[in-house]
């Protein structure tokens, strides 16, 4: 089994920052992608910001700029670092990791960013 298990959410106004976690435990062999992923109220999961094991990152364009990826090999742990936050960037965000061949998600975290 492995256990996905994000942190960093909260509350923060438009033009803040905060800096997501997510850490990964239990029988993990090779991490390839690490990811975020984000869900806004009555939308479609969509792709925030990917991080191979080498460290090879791409950005949704919206964030582009704003966010930052990376990813500690050696603690199996994916950041995500946000700033200048905007009130549409409120929405859980959710950790993705693939393991070998297997895909594992954390249980989500709730950013929300007042105007």
């Known amino acids: 089994q492995v256990q996905v298990v994000e942190s960093g959410g909260g509350l923060v106004q438009a033009g803040g920052s905060l800096r997501l976690s997510c850490a990964a435990s239990g029988r993990i062999f090779s991490i390839n992608v690490m990811a975020w992923y984000r869900q806004a109220p009555g939308k479609q999961r969509e792709l925030v910001a990917t991080?191979?094991?080498?460290?090879?990152?791409n950005y949704k364009d919206s964030v582009k700029g704003r966010f930052t990826i990376s990813r500690d090999n050696a603690k199996n742990t994916v950041y995500l670092q946000m700033n200048s936050l905007k009130p549409e960037d409120t929405a859980v965000y959710y950790c993705?990791?693939?393991?070998?061949?297997?895909?594992?998600w954390g249980q989500g975290t709730q950013v929300t960013v007042s105007s």
């Open positions: 991080i191979t094991k080498v460290g090879s990152a």
């Open positions: 993705y990791i693939q393991n070998l061949a297997s895909d594992y």
